[in-house]
């Protein structure tokens, strides 16, 4: 997903980035004290935290924003904290899959295997970058606290965002498993995969952040059920939107090879939408090329033909268009200020506008 | 290391066992909503908080009354966050070492790894279960500090306790980093394990849950010298005194086999000792051995010999006693209440004691 200069996620985005910068900062000096054998690991910190949209602590901006909170820096800060645990739930979820890169660049744990293959270490510089990976994540979710109580907030309204902040950190983990369970169980229909949607996707990426800057701004009781209403559909929508591209995206608009998802194997809407509408033998072909990782183009094209001609497309369209009504619909209701409500009107079209 | 029904440490554990259970009886229902499925994350969360000597809530407990503080029920849950925290540590630390036990019982990654291999589910049990625990450790992680800011203390103070609260989580990670770093570049020095020892039990175990109960009833600025002077000392001893056992422990007492440290090829500082006194032939030879997990009781009884002949067993327990002369002398000074002068005193003892 793409925005446009002047869209709602990039007009916060600064103000996040220099938090998230001023943290790190702070944060690698406390590392260093500990030994230099540290700097690897504050690299690799910094190179994580240097990408991502910056989607979480964006919703959680206008969150607050919709209810009447002013544009100051505690509200950057507790945003910012966001990206640390999705920082986590990365590097984390990397060592889960056991996936080589991230965001085009090597995954937490690969940089951390190179490290050791390159000093001449003892021992299997695999399972070194998997460790190192795996303390690196819990460092960001210990400090995505720190960040989020250090915003300068005050100490009750900190209090009261407690409830989403630890009600999102529960349920994505909660969700992580499911996907994970979903995988092996090979389960994967669609109902299933909307199940782990809901966690992962809606919840985590859109509600929450949204009921976190309302509880933040003192308005939890009134604005949580609106903006429930408008995030869960936006989130699953989101998503989808996602998935459509991770089979059918251009990639140099992706930047990912084409069908990057049907090489990876992912168990999205769309691929169980297609299990679930194929005939029995185009399912058994599907599912044989489905994680091949040396999958060629002409088989990425069948694959997609087989998506399309079946209905699964259209049906994740229909759906998109549904959940884009739904969350535009949901902001017509509830007392949201102004300028917030048109901000979460573009995010709705960002986030979910067909990509050509 | 095992306390005396009267012990200091006892005297808090049912308390601190019941801020657990309650925690985690909530925490279940919160799993359980996100479906039936995450019963057995909930069972391994409580098969893994059961045990624990409760050691860092003791001293978060008394550091805390050593403050002047009251017996009452919000310094026993945000003690008992610890509790979590150290749960994390714990389970990321299995999955790291790829060990297969805790207390006796499956590690964490073990457990789940069973559940795969006995539902029959499709790919990698190992991988599962390596999953699983990666998830369920951060579960610990953001729950502890759940618990830690839902203790019921004042928002004032929780925000005082989160100086030494987050010091705590970014060292002992930081210690975790260069322990594995140690293990693979097999430097192992005396001084390198030192420093390992000063981040992963030194401060971790006894003086950051002190700093955080001085913290926590508002007198971290008077007291956090002394409980340093105190601490760093005791929790050396402490490990020192472990680390004895791990090599010279009565299977009986330790509930381990005799010389599992050896086995489990552990660079402890009595074997960087015996490493650097022994002369060039004895040292290989004792190298050979180190970590081979089907090393024979007549080879684990030539280790303690060569441990003890070089004079690194009689170097461990010397600084045993310095050290906790340093401890005893650091009570002396401060104005630390007398009821828990008398208890850190007691844990002095306890900790450091021989075992017969």
């Not at 964006?58 to 820096?73: E, L, M, T």
């Amino acid at each position: 997903m793409s925005f446009s200069a002047s869209s709602p996620v990039s007009f916060v985005r600064a103000a996040v980035d220099g938090e998230i910068a001023r943290f790190l900062d702070r944060r690698r000096a406390q590392l260093l004290e500990v030994g230099s054998e540290l700097v690897p690991v504050a690299d690799a910190l910094e190179a994580m935290l240097a990408g991502g949209k910056r989607l979480r602590p964006a919703f959680c901006y206008w969150g607050w924003r919709g209810a009447g909170g002013a544009d100051v820096a505690g509200i950057h800060a507790a945003a910012a904290s966001l990206e640390f645990l999705q920082a986590c739930a990365l590097i984390h979820d990397d060592v889960i899959d056991n996936s080589d890169t991230r965001r085009g660049l090597p995954a937490t744990h690969k940089r951390l295997e190179s490290l050791h293959a390159a000093s001449g270490w003892t021992g299997s510089a695999e399972a070194f970058g998997r460790g190192a990976a795996i303390l690196i994540g819990d460092l960001c979710l210990a400090w995505s606290e720190d960040l989020y109580q250090a915003s300068g907030l005050g100490p009750e309204a900190l209090q009261t965002g407690r409830v989403p902040f630890d009600a999102m950190r529960t349920e994505v983990m909660a969700g992580q498993y499911l996907d994970m369970l979903e995988q092996v169980r090979e389960d994967g229909g669609v109902e299933a995969t909307l199940r782990v949607m809901h966690y992962k996707a809606a919840k985590y990426t859109v509600q929450r952040p949204l009921h976190l800057g309302a509880a933040l701004a003192g308005r939890y009781d009134d604005l949580a059920p609106v903006y429930t209403d408008y995030g869960l559909p936006l989130g699953v929508a989101f998503q989808l939107r996602d998935d459509i591209l991770g089979v059918f995206g251009d990639p140099e608009q992706t930047g990912k090879p084409a069908g990057d998802d049907l090489r990876e194997g992912k168990r999205t809407l769309i691929v169980a939408e297609t299990l679930e509408r194929t005939g029995s033998a185009d399912r058994a072909e599907f599912l044989r090329h489905l994680g091949d990782p040396l999958l060629s183009a002409e088989t990425v094209e069948w694959m997609r033909g087989a998506a399309e001609d079946c209905g699964a497309l259209a049906a994740c369209e229909r759906r998109i268009d549904d959940y884009v009504a739904q969350a535009t619909a949901a902001l017509e209701t509830g007392r949201i200020d102004a300028t917030a409500r048109s901000a979460l009107a573009d995010l709705v079209v960002a986030a979910t506008a067909r990509k050509h």
